[in-house]
């Protein structure tokens, strides 16, 4: 229970709510519970069975706010300059304090004159949606909880470095070591900037990172265990050696060039292409090689190849009837999150010491609005009726997007394209989007989406996971410029609390402030927890049968 | 007559200013009840690192349409961090792993497309990224309209990445486990 708290918190009830509590239980919210009505839009109110407008006991009238007392049941207005005859009713019987607000069905205390909560109300009042009646909620999801905590461990245990194989760099003068590893520029071998940035950011995410680095992916074994000479995994696992050998001269990806045109034969042309179809064609073959060699029979939910384990993530999807309320929920699985630019003016206040007139003050976007964007809900177009079973024919519907299983790496995907079908061109959307440093994917989690759907009770919602892995840290931004047809394209790495931009061969650092300022298209983060430790921290990697540069020290480092 | 008529305007507009002033009180409780909630269940924890990952972009954004500030993203390279230049094409020279000719690695690309065979170009494949072959057409360095796990009829949002949403059908799925 305690788990639950860390994504929102159960406020201390008041002492009248207390007092309330001991005195009479749940009874008053039972009873509340039977008035409850609600409507797709209206959310959760309090209706009379008999008259449709409460009316309050004092006065008959209707205006204002109304309450409904929990002891008696007794309705009565408050107009808040004029006369508060809900505060009346408190004060003229005793013990009467905790009221029901009739509009939104929330607990008011009249003598703190402050909004109360109580875990017990709002499961009386989710369970009006039947929610509690299955198996009970706890249990429901409970059981939940403790699988899906444990395939989480799983997916990420060994792609932690491992300590007890400690092994120290072997002395090359071309390293210059007071340089991050695995820093190195790589040639543009004809319009390869797209396939240059990509391999860049893959070079740093740190599951992937160590999954090579650590020789998970053994070209030898590769070889005696496929008579495919084709292997994109061996392919990238020679550029990651080539990376982390310590030499700074740029490197040519030439060979998995090759191996990459020979694998995806729509793709395979010199021309300029686009990073992220590259990213997700790549992911795309990788997982196909491991899923032929080593991981027969699996589907992608649970894909244990490593481009699944490190990127993949699970969407929801809930499609809701906008007549009863009834929702179809499907889950499927992502490689990555394409975003929509969201549109927002920028106020004053985030100016500092700027006039701002109206010609500076462009619109701007920030990753937050996208994402806001990505799981608001979404009135489909009345053309697009589906069949609700509730209503038994087709309506009206509401979709919403939330995510339901974060991955390890998250890469974010800018639409930074507008297609005009009338004119029939797509032209490049330019605006500055603000992404930040670190990132808490939280509000955008299926079980918070969900949550606020119902009013955010407080109440067990399914995947409410005591997620600690919500919280991103960027390390990767892919940037382009130029327009649609062509341009080029830049990553900009974080090592180690420096940025550093890597344009093809050339490798140099750049100030936070840059980096703020840019145009980005791909956004690459990884779980805070998994790169609290980077290469360097561990101070040595592990063993490498190969032997390249690596060399054997017994013990310590 | 013209005076019954106006008694009746002022009326009219009076009620109507009643009723919206309802109407804009209820709402505005409704956002106070609401925010309340959030706030008092810690809901809106990042609040202040938000604000202070704003406020950072936006000065670093000024700085950057500053014209008095040196355009450093944009200034040609002299030596990188380890002290190296590079040529505006690449000269490494290394063998084709097809055909075992010595090439440039600037050229190495246009090289492998007519080394591996034209065929290999602008054909159109039925693999997993079909949308992809379309875009081919229209190619350009960035401006997919889709991506192989997105494919859907809206080109906006990201779906759900399964192809049968129009044939979605509702059921009573709220607590549902996975």
Not at chain 1, 93 to 107: F, S, T
Not at chain 1, 443 to 463: Q, T
Request: proline content about 4%; overall charge neutral.
């Amino acid at each position: 229970m305690s788990q639950r708290d860390l994504l929102y918190i159960t406020p201390k009830p008041c002492r009248h709510l207390v007092e309330y509590k001991i005195k009479n239980g749940i009874t008053g919210y039972n009873v509340i519970q039977s008035y409850i009505k609600s409507g797709f839009y209206s959310g959760k109110v309090i209706k009379n069975a008999r008259s449709e407008i409460p009316r309050c006991g004092f006065c008959c009238g209707s205006k204002g706010r109304l309450y409904v007392c929990l002891i008696c049941l007794e309705v009565s207005c408050s107009l808040f300059d004029e006369s508060n005859h809900a505060l009346l009713h408190t004060q003229s019987e005793y013990g009467h304090e905790i009221a029901v607000d009739v509009e939104r069905a929330e607990l008011y205390c009249f003598s703190c004159c402050d909004q109360v909560y109580d875990p017990d109300f709002d499961k009386a009042v989710m369970c009006k949606y039947g929610l509690g009646l299955r198996n009970g909620s706890n249990g429901v999801v409970g059981g939940e909880l403790r699988y899906s905590k444990r395939k989480r461990l799983d997916f990420g245990v060994d792609l932690f470095l491992r300590n007890d194989k400690k092994l120290v760099w072997d002395n090359d003068r071309r390293s210059k070591s007071c340089f991050p590893l695995g820093l190195r520029g790589l040639n543009n071998l004809g319009n390869t900037c797209f396939m240059n940035s990509v391999l860049q950011a893959l070079l740093h995410a740190p599951p992937l990172r160590n999954y090579f680095l650590s020789d998970q992916h053994n070209r030898e074994a590769c070889r005696k265990r496929s008579s495919d000479k084709l292997c994109l995994p061996c392919d990238m696992d020679v550029i990651f050696s080539a990376a982390f050998s310590g030499d700074r001269s740029p490197y040519s990806p030439a060979q998995f060039l090759s191996s990459w045109w020979q694998i995806s034969e729509n793709l395979a042309s010199y021309e300029q292409q686009d990073a992220h179809e590259f990213l997700i064609s790549m992911l795309d073959r990788i997982h196909e090689k491991e899923v032929k060699t080593k991981y027969p029979n699996k589907d992608n939910v649970n894909c244990h190849c490593i481009a699944h384990r490190v990127f993949s993530g699970l969407l929801r999807s809930d499609v809701t009837c906008t007549t009863c309320g009834f929702t179809s929920t499907t889950y499927d699985p992502c490689m990555d999150i394409s975003l929509d630019l969201n549109t927002s003016s920028c106020s004053n206040r985030d100016l500092p010491n700027k006039v701002s007139k109206p010609t500076e003050c462009t619109a701007s976007s920030t990753l937050g609005g996208c994402l806001d964007l990505f799981t608001r809900p979404e009135k489909l177009g009345s053309d697009q009726k589906l069949f609700c079973q509730g209503c038994q024919e087709r309506r009206e519907s509401v979709k919403q997007m939330s995510i339901r299983k974060l991955p390890l790496v998250l890469c974010l995907h800018i639409k930074r394209f507008e297609h005009s079908f009338v004119r029939k061109m797509s032209k490049k959307i330019d605006r500055h989007l603000q992404f930040p440093f670190s990132l808490d994917m939280t509000p955008y989690l299926s079980s918070s989406v969900v949550r606020k759907r119902f009013g955010n009770r407080i109440f067990a919602f399914e995947g409410d996971e005591s997620d600690l892995s919500t919280k991103f840290d960027v390390f990767a931004v892919v940037t382009h410029s130029g327009m649609l047809e062509s341009g080029h394209y830049v990553t900009y790495l974080r090592l180690k609390s420096h940025w550093y931009k890597c344009d093809d061969a050339w490798i140099t650092e750049v100030d936070e402030e840059v980096v703020r300022s840019l145009q980005t298209y791909l956004v690459f983060y990884v779980q805070k927890t998994l790169c609290t430790k980077s290469v360097e921290d561990v101070g040595c990697l592990p063993l490498s049968p190969r032997g390249d540069k690596f060399v054997p020290i017994s013990g310590c480092c | 007559m013209s005076a019954l008529n106006q008694d009746n305007l002022s009326s009219n507009s009076q009620l109507a200013s009643t009723f919206f002033e309802e109407l804009l009180d209820s709402v505005i409780v409704d956002v106070a009840s609401e925010s309340h909630r959030i706030a008092r269940l810690r809901l809106d924890r990042n609040l202040d690192e938000e604000e202070e990952e704003l406020r950072l972009s936006a000065e670093a954004r000024a700085k950057a349409t500053d014209p008095s500030n040196s355009c450093e993203a944009n200034s040609k390279y002299v030596v990188d961090i380890f002290g190296q230049t590079h040529p505006s094409v690449a000269n490494e020279i290394f063998d084709c792993m097809n055909c075992g000719r010595s090439i440039m690695a600037g050229r190495f690309a246009p090289h492998l497309e007519k080394c591996m065979g034209k065929g290999r170009k602008a054909r159109p494949k039925s693999t997993r990224s079909t949308t992809a072959a379309q875009n081919r057409q229209t190619r350009s360095n960035q401006g997919s309209t889709s991506s192989s796990y997105s494919n859907t009829a809206s080109l906006n949002r990201l779906s759900n990445g399964s192809p049968n949403v129009g044939g979605n059908e509702f059921s009573n799925g709220i607590a549902e486990g996975l």
